[in-house]
């Protein structure tokens, strides 16, 4: 079946930017000249999905806003002749369908993905974390769809980690089945580092089958006492195949101060009108702090 549907899930409260997302949306943040879930917006469209849902909650309506027309804005930039500008602005709001449902409560990963469940149906569907981006981007995702088309089963993207990191992701174990693949025989919920079955820690990037949302609704509360998707997909596991992708180039993590700062430096460093002169800009900047060392 071709998945044409896609869920992003941007319901968190965001604290790790307090004080700015007490009244900013944590995926509004800037990113370059775009906000953060964009990026994800723009992956899932480039791999053919044709349905967005929006997994948002209370104080986020700064995102529907930004995906919604600007009549008053686009009608300035048009008298101002900003063709460019009007062009990106009138993007931004003609990029895809997307429908919006609220998470009513804060009660893990796998709660928001049920969310979602009338929204998405009985096909199988992508689900994005956009804190997560990809260096290689929609490739990423476009070959997890591939894998979903060739093996029938769900698909996560994985990363080797170091010994310290996997207590902070889901952890799979494996065999190999092909270039980078892998079928999944165990997923565990941040596991201490002597007790992850690996080092393939899941990312954020799913293919789900609509299986699993019978599976989440009989999932009691995990890890910080909510429902996590890693149990789910364990239990999914117990009926039919799960693989994993195991993806290449690196992948940044937005989800915290210094990770969104390191994720704009590493994005912007290949963006051909701002890379040269950035990169001359922090050449000066490193010179000078090891002068005053």
């Known amino acids: 079946m071709i998945i044409k549907k896609a869920v992003i899930t941007a319901a968190g409260w965001g604290t790790r930017f307090l004080p700015v997302t007490k009244s900013q949306p944590k995926e509004m943040l800037p990113l370059l000249d775009k906000p953060i879930i964009q990026y994800s917006v723009e992956e899932v469209i480039a791999c053919g999905i044709e349905l967005v849902v929006i997994v948002t909650a209370f104080g986020k309506r700064a995102i529907e806003d930004y995906f919604d027309r600007n009549y008053v804005l686009e009608r300035v930039l048009e008298e101002k002749g900003e063709t460019e500008l009007l062009e990106s602005v009138r993007h931004s709001s003609n990029m895809v369908d997307i429908g919006y449902i609220r998470q009513k409560e804060q009660s893990g990963l796998g709660h928001a993905v049920l969310t979602a469940k009338n929204m998405i149906g009985n096909g199988p569907f992508a689900l994005l974390l956009p804190d997560d981006l990809f260096e290689k981007r929609e490739e990423v995702l476009g070959n997890m769809i591939q894998i979903y088309e060739r093996y029938g089963g769900a698909v996560v993207a994985v990363k080797k980690v170091t010994d310290e990191e996997v207590s902070r992701y889901g952890i799979i174990s494996g065999k190999n089945v092909g270039e980078r693949v892998y079928q999944v025989t ?86 051909p009108k701002i890379g040269t002169k950035l990169r001359d800009y922090l050449n000066v900047l490193l010179k000078e702090a090891d002068g005053n060392n």
């Open 186 to 271: 165990d997923l565990v919920e941040k596991p201490r580092p002597e007790e992850a079955p690996s080092n393939l820690a899941i990312m954020g990037r799913y293919v789900l089958v609509p299986e699993i949302f019978k599976v989440l609704e009989n999932t009691r509360p995990g890890k910080n006492g909510e429902i996590q998707l890693t149990d789910a997909l364990r239990k999914l596991l117990q009926n039919q195949p799960i693989y994993a992708y195991e993806f290449e180039g690196e992948r940044y993590d937005a989800g915290t101060p210094l990770g969104l700062l390191e994720t704009t430096i590493a994005l912007s460093l290949k963006d």
